[in-house]
């Protein structure tokens, strides 16, 4: 069967969706076709899914009109048609990709049953089906190792001990979230996880997946010391989704590149969201991918002069629920260079923690834990890039919250 549509939408994801909506709004419905079977959702709260505070519905997005589910295969250029998993084809005018990324599964032995498939508890942590998968396994007493202490390691570690689990975390870098956090927020993170009653070992680094008739049993680290384990999750960072735009022959480097106009070297073909590489940078994270959905949803109703520009994104992480809520958000640059002004606030007892880096009068970067009253402003001074008027008006940007 062979279905004649103009805009062809690959991903029902965050951007997919986003797109879709704002195109059916401004009277260019598109065809979104995803090749996940729940309805779409938002992933960003698959953590609190799994954590128990929400249930799977609760995080649907709303459903835009024409939604196709099947995998697609490969990409016609010259014919311009896709070849979906399920023997059909689909016509297009205008594609765009909006695959996402997959999870990096890391280089372990024993990560492999026979026929490749993962064994038995053990989880990657990225769609509905891994968070449904683990929230089953996941009772008082389960042992699991989550291998990875970024933003992901973290959220799977604090939801699974929140539903009663006894968690080993274990990073290989020397602190948790070393890429957005700082060294003392670093700490905080810890701080809150061993509350938890997660035990966090770093500088470790997993080197073996030991199982029991396709099972999980162990995983065992560098040094030779083993962890009991019957759930493992993976949670090791993600890498475009950009093989469909790797066999077309478009240009690829991590992500599908892409140009101010979100659009890849064939004139017909956009990339969108964590799959798309824009001026060097993938983002992996939802601000982005939302906004070069709606400047594309501009761009492709007949808005002409819609240029994306890059987004200054804000990296923000909320772990509510029933145990002590835990918020914080990084921005920018965390880390000083020579000649910087810094301003910090930290009140060791309540666990809070604010900082915000200046360069030349301009605020370059910040991180707050615990306290975010002030995030709105603080960001919109970042993204502004205005030159700050003195020290005062900085902390008072630091500290006023707007009376909340
Ligand atoms: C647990 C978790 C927590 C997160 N927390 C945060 C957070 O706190 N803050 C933040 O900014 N970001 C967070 N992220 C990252 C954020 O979710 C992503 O940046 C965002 O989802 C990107 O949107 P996207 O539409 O590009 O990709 P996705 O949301 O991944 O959607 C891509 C969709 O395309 C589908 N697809 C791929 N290939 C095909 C194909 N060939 N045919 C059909 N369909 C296909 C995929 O199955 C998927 O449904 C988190 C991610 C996870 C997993």
Redesign the pocket.
């Known amino acids: 069967m062979t279905s004649n549509t103009h805009v062809v939408v690959?991903?029902?994801?965050?951007?997919?969706v986003r797109l879709a909506r704002r195109l059916g709004e401004l009277g260019t419905p598109a065809l979104l076709?995803?090749?996940?079977e729940h309805r779409p959702y938002n992933?960003?709260l698959?953590?609190e899914v799994l954590a128990g505070r929400y249930a799977p519905e609760v995080i649907s997005l709303p459903a835009p009109g024409g939604l196709v589910r099947?995998?697609?295969?490969g990409i016609d250029r010259t014919a311009r048609q896709l070849h979906c998993a399920d023997g059909s084809s689909i016509a297009y005018d205008t594609l765009v990709l909006?695959?996402?990324?997959n999870p990096v599964l890391p280089p372990l032995r024993g990560l492999f049953t026979a026929d490749h498939q993962l064994p038995e508890g053990v989880h990657a942590?990225?769609?509905m089906d891994d968070c449904l998968g683990l929230s089953k396994a996941v009772r008082p007493g389960v042992r699991a190792v989550v291998i990875g202490g970024g933003?992901?390691g973290v959220?799977a570690a604090r939801a699974l001990a929140v539903r009663g689990a006894q968690v080993v975390l274990a990073q290989q870098a020397e602190r948790l979230m070393e890429r957005q956090l700082d060294p003392n927020a670093s700490r905080l993170v810890l701080r809150h996880l061993l509350d938890l009653g997660v035990e966090v070992h770093t500088e470790c680094r997993v080197r073996d997946v030991r199982c029991v008739g396709g099972a999980v049993r162990s995983v065992e680290m560098a040094d030779g010391y083993a962890l009991d384990a019957d759930l493992v999750v993976l949670a090791c960072g993600v890498r475009p989704?950009a093989g469909?735009a790797e066999q077309a022959g478009l240009a690829v480097r991590r992500g599908v590149l892409v140009d101010d106009e979100l659009r890849t070297a064939d004139p017909h073909i956009h990339a969108?969201?964590?799959?798309a590489e824009h001026d060097g940078t993938v983002?992996?994270?939802?601000?982005p991918?939302l906004e070069q959905a709606e400047l594309l949803a501009e761009l492709l109703a007949g808005a002409p002069h819609a240029r994306y520009t890059g987004t200054r994104?804000l990296?923000?992480?909320t772990l509510t629920g029933r145990a002590s809520p835990f918020d914080l958000a990084a921005f920018g640059e965390t880390e000083p260079r020579p000649g910087d002004d810094v301003v910090q606030l930290a009140d060791a007892t309540r666990g809070t923690y604010r900082k915000v880096v200046v360069r030349d009068d301009r605020l370059v970067g910040g991180v707050l834990v615990g306290e975010l009253g002030t995030v709105g402003a603080l960001a919109r001074a970042w993204e502004g890039a205005e030159p700050l008027p003195d020290e005062g008006s900085l902390l008072h940007l630091l500290t006023n919250d707007g009376g909340s």
């Open positions: 690959i991903g029902a994801g965050l951007a997919g076709v995803g090749d996940e992933r960003v698959l953590a099947t995998r697609v295969t909006a695959t996402g990324s942590f990225r769609t933003l992901l959220s989704r469909l969108i969201g964590d799959c983002y992996g994270l939802a601000a991918a994104a990296t923000r992480l």
